[in-house]
């Protein structure tokens, strides 16, 4: 075979490489434009995991760039004066120019035609060729001239970044925030040889408009950046290897992934790898890894297939399979680390104390948990612990196991939980009259047993025809309020646990038959008529709801007003109003189901208008030492409806309004919606509310292990974490859990001690028969 990579970058270079040592009958050559040792950039960054695959590949190109490695563990932040380190997160870094070196060396040796100095027009130039790879970069001419085969998807970034160097020498991945007075600027910091650090300085587009670094040349900003981190720079002066770059230099960061990777032009087969397929951000380091992954698979597709020339579309084919999935994690994780640096200065960096900071900073992939934290440096990390238990007011003077961050109590206004996990609302369709019976005793107290800070029954409803289904809960009477008093004694005599009961009004997804008989499927007999903010009903076969008017309103408002009151008279320790999932007042809230063209409909604060009407009537009449929370979808999932901007604007008036917490759900408000499932896919609706909004929060939504909660509360992304599914599944998960990390101070019922022991060393033998898995700080830490 006759085989061309345009462009000498990692992704051409070591697949020229690879293929040339497994098969070294085929014809390689590698087109470069530039220099052979003239490269635009400073270090790269590895995790240690990319290191093994190479070694394996090809030890000797591995060991060169080992030797040429400088390796740390450690990262440090410098934020508001406070300097802090942790440890164990085992990157590598390298210099580009040392890297490409390093491999245009081995290509050579092994027979590889390097060509250097060539602009190429990109693959028309190489009709001869049978495979073309198309390793020329981000900016690729090779896919740009065939946008409909390789359907590129870029999204430009928001933030601004300049890539620089310095001579100071850092012994830590370092990072360093400087405040100015039109926002937040963070550098990125790690040496790659023994003369020479990268320095990455970010900000947003608003703090480098307003400095007018648009309008400077290169020296301009180096002289500002320099200024700006020179308490870090310590009298080290800022570089630029990109003089040949015109104007500012500071640049936005593509997003880019690719719809197809190969397309057989005529003459040859030509194959996306590396920048010119896909794109990674520098916050998460793995552009590199990306392209030397790229690289090897490709080769191992030839080995597994074959490498003659018809087996070119069928290896092509299964490379871009492999790729795709691995490339979507990374991108997936380095978005959320990009996203994290973009909202930085709106979000954290004013409202969080250092420690916490960092906290968030080190988990802002989400790919790295509290446990993970804790193999990578437990020392750092029972140190943050005892910070987090010591700012909840617990005593953390002695010598035992901290307290992880779910385990602390939490308090709000004189409402007191003892830990963090909700047992989230969850409808069961088995009231009678909307009366709360034996089985929602048994039901909703074993949870309360089972160790869940805060109970909260299903939705309840504030009048009969405020039901979802014939068999929801009700709150419109004294026999009601009483079956509530019973329940919520026997939790407070039972348990630490406190109650909370959740008030709503189903709109225009009421009158439906219970979950088991046909979910939101009208009922055949018996129904009632419903109301919502417009006369659009939820499924085509449902019942077209009447659109309130004024004396619809005032009277919802009073059944409110009423289950309010029968709420507190059962002395429940919470009350939340169902602003979500598409329910009456979620109906007000979203564009998608309110069309009115009166004081209720249009903008924010109209739509608002009538739930905040509700609301503060109900906070009018519930006790003044309880709390009151609101449930929101903050995503419709669907174009043209709410997204987590609006969310915000509304969690920003109910929180004017007096609300204490908002609880960010998502979704149900519109059939046809595209919800984005996934581990913890809401949090980032809580996070986003709770840090700028500044109000606390609950988040929910697939968390399902100690390990989620403890993450989400200690980085402050939520306050309280609410558990729906596993808690049917298991009454006593918050018990469970804590066994599971090897907690044993949570306190089991009296009645249930003798299973507590039994059950913590069983687990402690299943862990023990289990070889322990191979730990340790290998994955790409940043
Ligand atoms: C600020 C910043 C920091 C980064 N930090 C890291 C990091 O820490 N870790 C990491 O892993 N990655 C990092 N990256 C990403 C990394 O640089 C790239 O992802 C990686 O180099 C991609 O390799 P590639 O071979 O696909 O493309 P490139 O490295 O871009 O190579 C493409 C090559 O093709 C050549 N070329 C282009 N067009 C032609 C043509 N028409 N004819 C001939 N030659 C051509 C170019 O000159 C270039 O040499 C960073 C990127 C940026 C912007
Ligand atoms: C059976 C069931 C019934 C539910 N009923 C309600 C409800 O009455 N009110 C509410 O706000 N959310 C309700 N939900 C949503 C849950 O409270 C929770 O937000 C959702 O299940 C996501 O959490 P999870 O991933 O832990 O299950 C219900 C969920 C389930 C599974």
Redesign the pocket.
């Known amino acids: 075979m006759r085989i061309v990579c345009i462009g000498g970058g990692p992704a051409g270079l070591y697949f020229a490489l690879l293929m040339k040592k497994l098969h070294p009958e085929h014809s390689i050559s590698v087109v470069e434009r530039n220099k052979p040792y003239d490269t635009f950039g400073w270090g790269v960054v590895f995790s240690d995991a990319t290191m093994v695959s190479m070694k394996a590949w090809d030890p000797e190109s591995a060991t060169e760039i080992e030797d040429a490695f400088n390796h740390w563990d450690d990262i440090e932040l410098l934020f508001k004066g406070t300097r802090q380190r942790t440890s164990g997160h085992g990157f590598v870094g390298i210099g580009r120019k040392k890297l490409l070196n390093i491999l245009q060396r081995r290509c050579e040796a092994l027979g590889v035609e390097l060509v250097f100095e060539t602009d190429s027009n990109g693959d028309v130039d190489y009709p001869d060729a049978d495979l073309i790879i198309a390793s020329d970069g981000f900016n690729s001419k090779i896919r740009n001239r065939y946008p409909e085969v390789f359907e590129p998807d870029l999204v430009v970034r928001p933030n601004r970044y300049i890539w620089l160097g310095t001579n100071k020498l850092f012994d830590a991945f370092t990072f360093d925030f400087r405040k100015t007075d039109h926002g937040w600027f963070q550098a990125h910091i790690y040496k790659f040889d023994d003369k020479t650090s990268t320095f990455i300085v970010e900000t947003t587009e608003e703090a480098y408009e307003k400095h007018g670094l648009g309008r400077m040349d290169q020296q301009g900003s180096i002289d500002f950046c320099q200024e700006l981190f020179s308490e870090v720079l310590d009298g080290s002066e800022l570089m630029t290897n990109a003089r040949h770059l015109r104007g500012s230099a500071w640049l936005n960061f593509n997003r880019l992934i690719c719809g197809k990777w190969s397309h057989f032009n005529g003459n040859s087969h030509v194959v996306l790898m590396g920048d010119a397929a896909h794109t990674a951000h520098f916050a998460i380091g793995s552009g590199t890894k990306l392209a030397i992954d790229d690289a090897i698979e490709l080769t191992n597709q030839f080995n597994k297939l074959g490498h003659s020339k018809d087996k070119i579309p069928a290896v092509l084919e299964t490379y871009e399979e492999i790729r795709r999935v691995d490339v979507a994690r990374i991108q997936n994780a380095a978005r959320n680390a990009m996203e994290w640096f973009e909202v930085v200065g709106q979000r954290y960096a004013d409202t969080l104390e250092p420690e916490q900071f960092m906290y968030s900073m080190l988990t802002r992939s989400q790919r790295i948990s509290h446990e993970n934290l804790r193999l990578r440096d437990p020392k750092w990390l029972e140190g943050y612990e005892r910070w987090f238990a010591g700012k909840n007011g617990i005593d953390v003077s002695g010598n035992g196991r901290t307290l992880p961050p779910m385990f602390t109590p939490y308090s709000l206004r004189e409402t007191h939980l003892p830990n963090r996990i909700v047992m989230?609302?969850?409808?069961?369709y088995s009231a009678k009259d909307g009366m709360l019976d034996d089985f929602h005793l048994v039901h909703l107290g074993s949870r309360a047993l089972g160790g869940a800070g805060l109970v909260f029954g299903?939705?309840t409803c504030v009048s009969p025809d405020a039901r979802i289904t014939p068999g929801c809960l009700g709150l419109w009477n004294a026999e009601q309020a009483s079956q509530w008093k019973r329940f919520v004694t026997f939790v407070h005599e039972n348990s630490a646990a406190k109650v909370g009961i959740?008030i709503?009004h189903a709109g225009r997804k009421g009158s439906t038959k219970v979950?088991w008989e046909g979910i939101d499927q009208p009922v055949e007999q018996g129904g009632w008529d419903l109301i919502s903010a417009s006369a659009l009903p939820y499924l085509k076969t449902s019942q077209v709801p009447k659109a309130m008017d004024r004396a619809d309103m005032d009277r919802v408002t009073a059944d409110h007003v009423r289950a309010a009151k029968y709420a507190a008279e059962a002395g429940a320790d919470w009350l939340e109003l169902?602003c979500?999932?598409g329910y009456l007042l979620s109906s007000f809230l979203s564009p998608l189901t309110n069309i009115r063209t009166d004081e209720y409909g249009g903008s924010h604060e109209n739509m608002a208008r009538y739930p905040l009407e509700v609301f503060k009537a109900v906070r009018e009449v519930w006790p003044q030492d309880k709390p009151i929370s609101v449930?929101l979808s903050c995503h419709d999932w669907f174009e043209g409806g709410n997204t987590p901007e609006d969310a915000a604007i509304y969690a920003q008036m109910f929180k004017d309004a007096g609300a204490d917490l908002i609880?960010c759900?998502s979704g149900q408000v519109w059939k046809e919606e595209k919800p984005v499932y996934g581990r913890l896919f809401?949090t980032p609706f809580s996070d986003k509310i709770r840090n700028e909004i500044g109000i606390p929060t609950i988040a929910?939504?697939?968390?399902?292990e100690a390990d989620h909660a403890n993450s989400i509360i200690a980085a402050g992304r939520a306050d309280l974490c609410?558990?729906?599914?596993?808690?049917?599944a298991d009454p006593a998960w918050v018990l469970h859990e804590a066994a599971k990390i090897g907690l044993t101070s949570i306190p089991w019922p009296k009645q249930y001690y003798s299973g507590k022991a039994q059950y913590e060393t069983n687990l402690a033998r299943a862990a023990a028969a289990v070889a322990p898995p191979a730990v340790g700080p290998t994955a790409a830490a940043k």
């Open positions: 989230s609302p969850m409808a069961m299903e939705m959740q709503g979950a169902h979500a999932h449930r609880d759900s809401q929910v939504g697939a968390i399902s609410a558990v729906a599914r596993p808690h049917l």
